[in-house]
């Protein structure tokens, strides 16, 4: 009889937001009349920008004339998507041969799909809170997962010790749950320990956009990543390309296991297993990485910044510590002294109507830890944000 894929017997349940969606329906059921806020959505609410906009219409009028009809396109990415992606890298002072980039339809499908690069026998480090894809993705894959955990002693920013072991290890700063960002000396703690190990780091670089001042937005800023490292990426939360679906992986031609090229077998892997990405939905990623492109997007990730600082100012005057919302649209709360998680989360929910994502479904190390996010609506935020300030000056 034919056996199906039993790795997927050791999948927990992913109870986090399916978990997060009952409760919030079944107090919309008993209390039809009240309105909800929810800082919980990993997802933006701004529209794309209008030069996305444009580019994607004149690609739709390309595909109607049989002069400028598309039919398949390059695998791997059309040249000029490459190079628009290439450019802005460069922009930040990281030289990449466009053919060192590829297309994706987003950081969710690469970050599972990368792991046909890597022997079955590679083991995975995952640094926790952590997004959850990663730990599933690998253990679908019939991986070994140990964990790094993060917590306030060390600002959610694990580094290497002289125990840690790792074939492939995720990194993703700015990190979802937490916000925080490595910092360039940090990265090059990482990338000293894969490249002394022969280890791949995986960084997901899915909230690059959002930094502010001289720290790392690409792996590729640290000397040596080029022999250790793969960066996936995405315009979902650079662009607002969450429904839209567009990213790019970076895989540097230096790249080389056991003989065996990286760059080369990824060329392999897409050209068999995919048939490319919409030629219009790259024609509107060329857009976004234009001048203008660029200066729309920015716009858009102010008005979540706002966001950010109008829960981060009432989380100061409640006097409740927390990390992120500077360089990431997201912020760690701690919950107060001895709550867990998910009890917040039904007080939110039960006192104030705000929804918020409990820390512990981000790993154990997450637990007395709550995620706000400042990607919702910036009216319903700054209600949201005078409820909360109330309820923790409560006694
Ligand atoms: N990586 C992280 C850390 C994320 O938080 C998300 C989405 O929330 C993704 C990857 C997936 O992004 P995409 O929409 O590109 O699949």
Redo the contacts with the bound molecule.
């Keep these: 009889m034919l056996k199906p894929n039993v790795n997927y017997r050791n999948l927990k349940d992913s109870y986090l937001f399916f978990g997060i969606s009952k409760k919030v329906e079944a107090y919309r059921k008993a209390h039809p009349d009240l309105p909800l806020y929810r800082l919980g959505i ?1 997802d933006v609410s701004r529209p794309l920008c209008d030069a996305a906009i444009q580019a994607m219409h004149d690609a739709v009028e390309d595909q109607s004339r049989a002069e400028t009809f598309h039919g398949y396109v390059p695998e791997c990415g059309i040249p000029e998507y490459r190079k628009a992606v290439a450019g802005y890298y460069a922009c930040r002072g990281v030289q990449l041969d466009p053919e060192e980039v590829f297309v994706s339809s ?4 690469e ?1 599972g799909d990368i792991l046909d690069l890597f022997d079955k026998s590679a083991d995975a480090l995952v640094t926790q809170p952590a ?1 959850p ?1 990663y730990v599933d993705a690998s253990i679908m894959a019939g991986r070994k997962v140990s964990f790094l955990t993060a917590g306030p002693d060390n600002d959610f920013l694990p580094l290497p010790g002289k125990d840690t072991q790792a074939d492939l290890l995720y990194l ?1 700063s700015p990190n ?1 749950p937490t916000g925080a960002v490595y910092s360039r000396e940090q990265l090059q703690q990482w990338v000293d320990f894969a490249n002394s190990r022969g280890a791949v780091i995986l960084f ?1 670089a ?2 690059e956009a959002f930094i502010e001042g001289d720290l790392p937005h690409s792996i590729f800023e640290i000397p040596g990543a080029e022999t250790c490292a793969i960066e ?1 990426c ?1 315009l ?2 650079t662009a607002g ?2 429904g839209t ?1 567009l ?1 790019y992986t970076v895989i540097p031609k230096a790249l080389e296991r056991d003989g065996m090229n990286l760059n080369a077998m990824w060329v392999r892997n897409r050209t068999t297993k995919t048939n490319g990405i919409s030629y219009i939905l790259q024609k509107g990623g060329i857009a976004v990485f234009t001048d203008e492109g660029l200066r729309q997007i920015r716009e858009n990730i102010q008005y979540y910044k706002r966001n950010a600082r109008v829960l981060m100012a009432a989380l100061d005057k409640a006097g409740i510590r927390y990390w992120g919302g500077k360089n990431a649209p997201y912020i760690w709360m701690a919950c107060p002294e001895g709550v867990k998680s998910w009890d917040f989360f039904d007080r939110l929910l039960n006192e104030i109507q705000i929804i918020g994502t409990p820390g512990e479904g981000f790993g154990a190390c997450g637990e007395g830890f709550f995620r706000l996010s400042s990607f919702g609506d910036a009216k319903d935020t700054e209600i949201a944000a005078e409820r909360l300030q109330e309820l923790l000056l409560r006694k």
């Design positions: 990993g987003g950081a969710s499908d970050l997004y894809a993703c979802n997901d899915a909230y996936i995405s979902s939360k390309f969450t679906r990213g």
